[in-house]
């Protein structure tokens, strides 16, 4: 299916190839992550400029032809995030969020709604830096479990759908579980428990804040539910 393509995207990730061209990779909202090639973009006259630098959101012509890449024909500015970049809690936040949107989705998954969650926080993290804590990286992930079908069942517990009494998390179980089915949970605070929900529930730039001890309750929550639920491990979001 040869021809040009327009989309929007962001760039994850953007990696030096041959002399003078990037290899990128994008995320966008109708096809998910997708690879190209930059060609010519390395040389300083090159009529792509700088934007084609991780965490830059563009409008892009791209054209397709038999290969697995495709060819970036033209670039232009959507959203170049300039503050994000000077400040290096926002920076690997931006880092983080790219990189888990890129391992959590393979190329031709599209979902709209995580492309719209990625833009979201990397503009957040734009507007104020000071957002990139530990409790905002890990509202975006409960988000893109949410977007990519995975999210944790909080609401009762995941194996016997018992109301009360919730005191653990299983990532096998899928959610929070019930005194009597924490046989392969760990235990969750309520507090944690609150997080989890409150961050679901509420827009990136709310999310809300919690204890250290909540926070490595409600991160090692979400790395279970990825684990095993798309077989993979994201680097923890360490910071406080
Ligand atoms: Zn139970």
Redesign the pocket.
Known sequence: MAGSVKTEGIVLRSLRYGEADRILHLYTPDRGRVGAIAKGVRRSRSRFGGRLEPFFRVDLVLYEGRGDLLTVTSVETVAAHPRLREDAGALDGAARACEAVARVFDDGDPHAGVYHLLANQLALLDREPARATRANALAFRLKLLLAAGFAPQLAG?A????GEHLAGFSGAAGGV??A??EASAFPLDQEAHDFLVAALGQPLAESPDASPRALQQAERAILETLEHHAHLRLRPVGRG
């Open positions: 517990c194996s016997c759908g018992e579980v019930c009597a089915c």
